[in-house]
């Protein structure tokens, strides 16, 4: 297997990666057997088959799905559709989807799968069969099932081809009483959860948030504390880049510039993300948007005044060439692996503070890893205790009252009795976990002083849980 596929002009994404492991790795206790054993792609499965364009023409699809780790089963990561999927690109994925379960300890090992196509350049239909075709294959070979390893959606991907994934596989399966949860990210009618759409981008919102509230670390970089006037500029306008920006916004920060692959825009008193959207969606582009400037090259927008940038697009963004133009003081890896390793060396030395992906962009998996118990019980969060918790909330209230003849008005009343949906419970382990997360890593690197950021942090949180989980079953005297 040729593991030194080049990702781009630059360099291997999945070489960055290892890169990245193998600097934690050497700080950590571990003999270099089990460091190898946690590193190594288990499996890597690469497909080609054919579809029908038009009439007698055929075109080759090409694809693949990578199993990084069966440390824990099943393995977890995203499908992407995207021109530049390759063998390097979905085992670099699949490594950072093995570490960043272990970061927020969801139980589950390191996958990733990836069609090289432009899904604009295909109708609806076309997507269809691709889908159902590449969902086909992977049943064909053992590389999907909701023990064996459970798909979700990446860059290019949503909540349509989650479903198709799923009708697909239980139409071979209509046996299997838990086939619903062999991919997430799926619509609600089909067995999704909700609030899986926009975990990602909330996880990444959580992360800023907590980041931010730390005085000693903002004091080390110029920065009060708090999200509110915070500038924030985001690159890539889809799925994770959306949501962060949007509760980033609700939360008083203000998203001062946007790119897209088109261009970008910018207005240093902000721009309101909704209308944004809803620009782009009805003009075919992000430019030309009222009162904003606009920024060509795209790339230029992260180079611009901000405090906060979040990279939302796809790896490599930030590289030796651009890293010293930037001028945020933090960066929240809202992508997977929008940083060289060359980037993050010049960054540190102007003392920009980098929010790892393998942390930062872990609220999708962790929603996921809820959709997926939700499909293996086969009822919907809150549905059993939501009215109970509710009466004994009533009754408490209702004693307080009489207890202190005082009453408390409706809107109060609603807050205290209210019981807990499907979305508050899934909101509250999202926010639970990316909190928690965030305090162990920083824990993890103000310990030692060879530690010297939250990436390697986050590696090394990530290395000892894995390595915790082979020595307990003594492979690894
Ligand atoms: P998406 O396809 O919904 O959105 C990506 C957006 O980036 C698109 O609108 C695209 O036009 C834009 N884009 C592409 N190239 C660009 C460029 N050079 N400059 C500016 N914009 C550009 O994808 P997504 O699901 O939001 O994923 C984005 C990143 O987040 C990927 O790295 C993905 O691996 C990562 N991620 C996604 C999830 C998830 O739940 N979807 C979870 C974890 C990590």
């Known amino acids: 297997m040729n593991t030194a596929i080049k990702n781009s002009d630059h360099t291997s994404f999945y070489k960055n990666v290892l890169g990245f492991f193998d600097k934690a790795g050497m700080l950590t206790k571990y003999p270099k057997g089990l460091l190898n054993q946690i590193r190594e792609t288990n499996s890597v499965y690469r497909i080609i088959f054919p579809i029908r364009t038009t009439g007698k023409n055929y075109e080759v699809i090409e694809a693949f799905r990578a199993e990084h780790s069966h440390h824990k089963l099943p393995v977890k990561g995203g499908i992407r559709y995207s021109l530049s999927v390759n ?30 196509i432009d899904p604009k350049k295909y109708s609806e239909a076309q997507l269809e069969r691709i889908t159902r075709r590449y969902t086909a294959e992977l049943i064909k070979k053992n590389f999907i099932g909701p023990a064996i390893d459970v798909p979700a959606p990446d860059y290019g991907t949503g909540a349509r081809e989650m479903a198709w994934i799923a009708d697909t596989y239980q139409q071979f399966h209509p046996e299997q009483i838990d086939a ?84 970008a825009i910018y207005n240093k008193n902000g721009l309101d993300v909704d209308s944004v959207f809803q620009h782009r969606k009805n003009r075919n582009t992000i430019l030309n948007f009222k009162g904003a400037k606009n920024i060509k090259p795209t790339e230029k927008a992260l180079e611009l005044n901000c405090d906060i940038l979040i990279p939302a697009a796809l790896e490599n963004q930030i590289h030796a060439d651009n890293a010293n133009k930037i001028k945020a003081k933090i960066i929240v890896e809202a992508a997977n692996g929008p940083l060289t390793p060359e980037a993050e060396e010049i960054l540190l030395k102007k ?9 930062a962009n872990a609220g999708g998996v962790t929603v996921s890893y809820f959709e997926w118990l939700k499909n293996l019980s086969h009822v919907r969060f809150g549905r059993m205790e939501k009215r109970y918790e509710e009466a004994t909330y009533r009754t408490l209230v209702n004693t307080m009252e009489e207890l202190s003849g005082k009453s408390l ?36 690197m103000k310990r030692s002083k060879r530690v010297e950021t939250l990436r390697t942090a986050s590696y090394i949180s990530a290395i000892n849980k894995i390595a915790e989980s082979y020595l307990a079953l003594g492979i690894f005297p």
């Open 180 to 263: 619903a949860g062999c991919v997430t990210g799926k619509p609600i009618s089909q067995g999704g959860v909700r609030g899986r759409t926009e975990a990602t981008g909330r996880g990444v919102f959580f992360a800023a948030r907590e980041v931010v509230s730390i005085a000693e670390d903002m004091k080390k970089i110029g920065l009060t504390t708090g999200l509110d006037g915070k500038k924030v500029i985001v690159q890539g306008l889809g799925n994770v880049g959306y949501h962060a920006a949007k509760f980033l916004q609700n939360s008083g920060a203000l998203i001062v510039g946007i790119a897209e692959y088109e261009g």
């Open 351 to 359: 003392n920009v503070l980098i929010i790892p992906d393998l942390y």
């Open 409 to 444: 008005n409706e809107s109060q009343k609603k807050t205290l009795i209210n019981g807990p949906s499907e979305i508050d419970l899934v909101n509250s382990g999202l926010e639970e976990t990316m909190v928690t997360a965030y305090h162990e890593i920083r824990a993890i």
């Open 87 to 116: 063998q390097d690109e979905v085992m670099a994925l699949a490594a950072l989807m093995t570490f960043k379960c272990a970061v927020v300890d969801v139980p589950f090992g390191g996958a990733k799968g990836g069609i090289r």
